[in-house]
Nanobody, 119 residues
């Protein structure tokens, strides 16, 4: 079982930057693949960035070059750095932890943090 707590969401102006944090507890953080997802009003939740236990990363095409995902296993924390924010980045951002064990995916979600981009 993993508990996830996101933080760092805020109201920012277009062109600004943010760093979101996702603190994990309750299990061995290093074995989990971590991901950031977002859900805008009226839209489906979408994956924006993932980082595997070995550090490999993947990004949605819409955020490549602006978003950077990272992890610090010693602190059991995953980060999402967002640069050059756009109004369309406005959404609730969620953190997910996942591991595959005994042919089963185990997934855990945080409660989300609001990012609003507006002038």
């Amino acid at each position: 079982q993993v508990q996830l707590v996101e933080s760092g969401g805020a109201l920012v102006q277009p062109g600004g930057s943010l760093r979101l944090s996702c603190a994990a507890s309750g299990s061995i953080f290093s074995i989990y693949a971590m991901g950031w997802y977002r859900q805008a009003p009226g839209k489906k939740r979408e994956a924006v960035a993932t980082i595997n236990s070995d550090g490999t990363t993947n990004y949605a095409d819409s955020v490549k070059g602006r978003f950077t995902i990272s992890r610090e296993n010693v602190n059991s924390t995953t980060y999402l750095r967002i640069n050059r924010l756009k109004p369309e980045d406005t959404a609730v951002y969620y953190c997910k932890a996942a591991r595959f064990e005994n042919f089963t995916w185990y997934e855990y979600w945080g409660q989300g943090t609001q990012v609003t981009v507006s002038s």
